[in-house]
């Protein structure tokens, strides 16, 4: 895995090709927030000269995958405030820590972590879900798209600009809520949230849903997401994978980030194809 930070980089398409070729050289430090921490070739800087036209395509890569709570908005936190509240008016305890463990649990596996191995009556179960769903959905009536994460419209278009497929997908049943309070539901062209999960005959992955709408092998498909269940279910299904976040909890993820800001598509996407070609390259020794 490799991890950058990124806090201070700028939201353009940079870099020419000459500028491609020397970014994959060895591994350096990248600045002051940028850096690769393995011995794998990678990026070597990110340049500021504005670029025009996108030359080249990106054969391993065909569509991204994103998540949408904690990394089209930062929905995970008001999630997490409202099961505080639910967990407040119960008189159960909520660990420090808690709120990231819940990042990417279905409401019913959140409840459960929240009751922590108490058992409770099932009605009283569904009321619990009921009430912090309601609290939930009340506190979305803020949402605006001045709450999209920062760099996500500006990675959608760079994207777009290689002809890359674009789709949101979600376990939470508000998602397309969320999508639409932000103003990106246009964005894409296929969204999958925690409803159609349910309605799956299979039970599939809202990923791998995703990837079949778009007619898209996994292997082509990179997901965006900010949560461990997220990461990990992207690199069962065999897809490539982007970790928004902190590091510990993104062990699945091919490469991490501390959020989209500054992430430009082409740099990315070349990265990510360098790290199928290798991959290829190992097997094909086997
Ligand atoms: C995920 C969130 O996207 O959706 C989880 O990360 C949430 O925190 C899950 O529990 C289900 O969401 P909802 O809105 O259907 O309860
Ligand atoms: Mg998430």
């Not at 060895?26 to 002051?32: H, I, K, M, N, S």
């Not at 420090?96 to 929240?114: C, F, N, V, Y």
Request: aromatic letters at 6%; hydrophobic letters at 40%.
């Amino acid at each position: 895995m490799s991890s950058f930070g990124n806090g201070a980089l700028d939201c353009i398409d940079t870099s020419s090709d000459a500028d491609m070729e020397s970014m994959t050289k060895g591994t350096e430090t990248l600045g002051p927030e940028i850096f690769i921490d393995d011995d794998r070739p990678g990026l070597s800087r990110f340049d500021a000269k504005p670029r025009r036209a996108a030359p080249r395509t990106f054969e391993s890569i065909g569509a991204f995958i994103f998540d949408v709570d904690g990394v089209i908005a930062d929905t995970a936190d008001l999630h997490a405030t409202a099961w505080r509240r639910v967990a407040d008016e119960e008189g159960l305890p909520f660990a420090e820590g808690l709120s990231d463990e819940l990042r990417g649990l279905s409401r019913k596996a959140s409840l459960e972590k929240l009751l922590g191995g108490r058992s409770v009556p099932a009605d009283a179960f569904e009321a619990m879900m009921d009430r912090k769903n309601r609290y939930y959905a009340e506190s979305l009536h803020r949402l605006e798209p001045k709450d999209i994460l920062p760099g996500v419209t500006c990675l959608l278009d760079g994207l777009r600009r290689f002809d890359i497929k674009l789709a949101a997908a979600s376990a939470s049943c508000n998602a397309r809520t969320v999508l639409s309070c932000v103003g990106v539901m246009d964005e894409f062209e296929v969204i999958m949230d925690g409803n159609d999960v349910a309605r799956s005959k299979h039970g599939l992955h809202q990923f791998a849903l995703a990837a079949a709408s778009l007619r898209m092998v996994p292997q082509r498909c990179v997901v965006v997401d900010d949560s461990t269940a997220g990461l990990s279910a992207a690199r069962q299904l065999g897809m490539r994978s982007i970790g928004l976040g902190e590091r510990d909890r993104l062990c699945a993820a091919t490469m991490t980030f501390d959020s989209l800001r500054g992430v430009e598509a082409r740099t990315l996407l070349h990265w990510l194809d360098q790290s199928c070609a290798r991959k290829d390259a190992v097997g094909a020794r086997r």
